[in-house]
């Protein structure tokens, strides 16, 4: 096979390890495909402000340990991701994006909510499991919304309301003949004019 001189290793190389290159008398570069890539990376270095952070940061002598030099290379988008992770840009822009897919997340499952009747009593069933295990909790969140929610302690007042009026009803009531249905119905529907 043919041998080429690499300026870059300074030796005889097989010319299979070189990359054509027009321009070049022979059609091939002057450096071998390896001394190119170390090259890149050198020109790399000098442009990039992280690049020069991880030499300065694996303390690494690149033109004098071309061989290390290329494995360390593999650390490098590494090593320059787990740096940028640490940067104030990044936190802000990691947050702004879960913010974002947590809005849209929050969206999908409200449209679920309304369409789909399974998905709707799992979640309830889920909300009625909590309630049970966290009282305390479940009373303290209601007193809350209840002291800052206008809309919800109209909602509960009435309710409460009309729970008051219908016990005063007797169970057989002329009143029940007229409207025509049981106490319990009535309160159910009552009820239901309050929920969203
Ligand atoms: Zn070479």
Known sequence: MDKKYCLGCNKNIDICLFSLNN????????????CKKIQYYISLSKKDKWYLKFIKEFNLD????KNEFLIKIKQFSKWK???IKQTDDYK?????????????????NKKRYKEDILYQNSIKNNVKEWE????????????NRYNNDLDFKLKLNLRNYFNI?????????S??????CSVEDLKLHLENQFLN
Do not use: A
């Open 23 to 34: 321009k070049e008398i022979d059609g091939y570069q002057n450096r071998c495909k390896n």
């Open 62 to 65: 690149f033109i004098n340990n």
């Open 92 to 108: 802000l822009l990691n947050k702004q994006r879960r913010e974002k897919n947590k809005e849209q997340v929050k969206q999908n």
């Open 165 to 173: 009026s219908l016990k005063t009803i007797p169970k057989k009531s």
């Open 132 to 143: 049970e295990k966290n009282k305390k909790k479940k009373n303290q969140r209601r007193k």
């Open 81 to 83: 991701w787990e740096n």
């Open 175 to 180: 009143i029940l003949d007229l409207i025509g």
